[in-house]
């Protein structure tokens, strides 16, 4: 193990990066797009030393989400980008035979946007941080598959 990684493990097992993260005072309210938006605006960028990925927590979201039944399959979306599901979700609400999908597909549509907000705030805050590594991964992610493990692991971080 490098001393870089040794590092990380560490701020990992003491559990530090927790005290970085605000609590709701009250739960955000809404649908899932309003309490993602919610969220995601109170979202500070944060990277550590040594962190190559980014998109830490600073919010703590436990206890914002209803139950759902909705499982993406990452492997498709790291592999082709937000921008070719954003298409692809078009194209179903087009053929779509009720309000309901039409109105699921909206809201995911909402939130990929939502989540393009909060990217575009990390892809500044990497290149003013120095991160070069990170700041070029995110001219290309999440809008594009990713190219490299390296850049499926921050569009993964990106995702959950």
């Not at 990684?5 to 701020?11: A, F, Q, Y």
């Not at 003491?14 to 938006?37: A, M």
């Not at 436990?62 to 070719?84: E, L, Q, R």
Request: hydrophobic residues 35%; charged residues 25%.
């Amino acid at each position: 193990m490098t001393e870089k990684i040794g590092r990380l493990l560490e701020l990992l097992n003491s559990r530090e990066y927790r005290k970085q993260r605000r609590h709701f005072v009250n739960k955000p309210q809404g649908n899932r797009v309003e309490i993602l938006k919610s969220v995601l605006n109170e979202e500070t960028p944060l990277l550590f030393e040594n962190d190559r990925i980014g998109f830490n927590r600073t919010t703590d979201i436990m206890g914002c989400w209803g139950s759902g039944n909705v499982t993406p399959n990452y492997y498709k979306i790291i592999s082709v980008g937000f921008d070719a599901v954003i298409r692809q979700i078009r194209t179903s609400i087009k053929s779509a035979d009720s309000d309901e999908k039409i109105c699921f597909g909206k809201e995911m549509i909402e939130s990929i946007e939502v989540l393009y907000g909060m990217t575009e705030q990390y892809k500044a805050y990497a290149e003013k941080a120095g991160c070069r590594e990170l700041y070029q991964a995110l001219l290309h992610i999440p809008h594009n598959g990713a190219r490299s493990f390296y850049e499926a692991l921050v569009f993964m971080k990106i995702s959950i």
